[in-house]
């Protein structure tokens, strides 16, 4: 089946860093890659989606400028979290989708920790 | 707009019960696909079911079973002699073109099944 690996999983920054997560496709190549976020005890929500070679579309209420995306090739995406802050803690799920395909494949997801 | 409903917060049952997940969905959509995925507590999400909506026969697989019902716009999962390690987030999703193919998830049931 798919594969799709996310790093780092589990990742502290303080408060004011930035930090990146990357979401790769390993073994298919990924037209779309989506970006979602978990809050604890909450349903994931959709953040972002990314098609390759072109800008991130955003969900409303999420902010571009903090959030960046680049989805730079069919098998990378990368989530950067800049001047990260405590409620931006979160688990933060990316998901790819191969073209004309309808499934998505999930990564195992990251957990970002701003002290 | 398209909408899922997962009524249920959480579910208690005690092992080799049997467990009805309820799932009530909306979409304006015609052609669109229903899933169920299983997040336990290591937070990664495991695909378990897609079903389009063409498809209403409902399906076994071990112990799992699902029940497609257009008529009520229902997706239930039902789990037969449940077993500890079914314990987890289930989360019931939908995918249609006017959701621009995109997941939207609703908002889980936690199980636990203990011994």
């Known amino acids: 089946g798919a594969v799709v690996s996310q790093h780092p999983s589990r990742v502290i920054c303080k408060s004011g860093t930035s930090v990146k997560i990357e979401c790769r496709s390993l073994?298919?190549?990924?037209?779309?890659m989506f970006w979602y976020r978990q809050f604890p005890k909450q349903s994931l929500m959709l953040m972002a989606t990314?098609?390759?070679?072109?800008?991130?579309?955003?969900e409303q209420g999420v902010e571009k400028d903090k959030f960046l995306i680049n989805h730079a090739s069919l098998t990378l995406s990368t989530l950067t979290v800049t001047s990260a802050h405590p409620e931006d803690s979160s688990f933060y799920i990316c998901?790819?989708?191969?073209?004309?395909?309808?499934?998505?494949?999930f990564g195992p997801g990251t957990r970002l920790t701003v002290t | 707009a398209q909408k899922v409903t997962q009524a249920q917060t959480e579910i208690s049952v005690v092992e080799k019960e049997d467990v009805t997940l309820d799932c009530v969905y909306e979409?304006?959509?015609?052609?669109?696909?229903l899933f169920w995925y299983k997040q336990p507590p290591s937070g990664e999400l495991v695909f378990l079911i897609r079903?389009?909506?063409?498809?209403?026969q409902n399906e076994i697989s071990g112990r799992y079973s699902w029940n497609f019902q257009k008529s009520t716009s229902s997706f239930n999962f039902t789990i037969t002699a449940s077993q500890v390690v079914d314990s987890a987030v289930y989360f019931c999703?939908?995918?249609?073109?006017?959701?621009?193919?995109?997941?939207?998830f609703g908002k889980g049931t936690m199980l636990l099944v203990s011994p």
């Open positions: 999703a939908l995918s249609s073109r006017s959701g621009y193919s995109t997941l939207t």
């Open positions: 998901s790819a989708r191969a073209g004309g395909h309808y499934e998505q494949y």
């Open positions: 073994d298919f190549q990924a037209t779309t």
């Open positions: 990314s098609n390759e070679g072109s800008k991130a579309t955003y």
């Open positions: 979409t304006r959509d015609t052609t669109y696909y």
């Open positions: 079903r389009n909506s063409f498809d209403e």
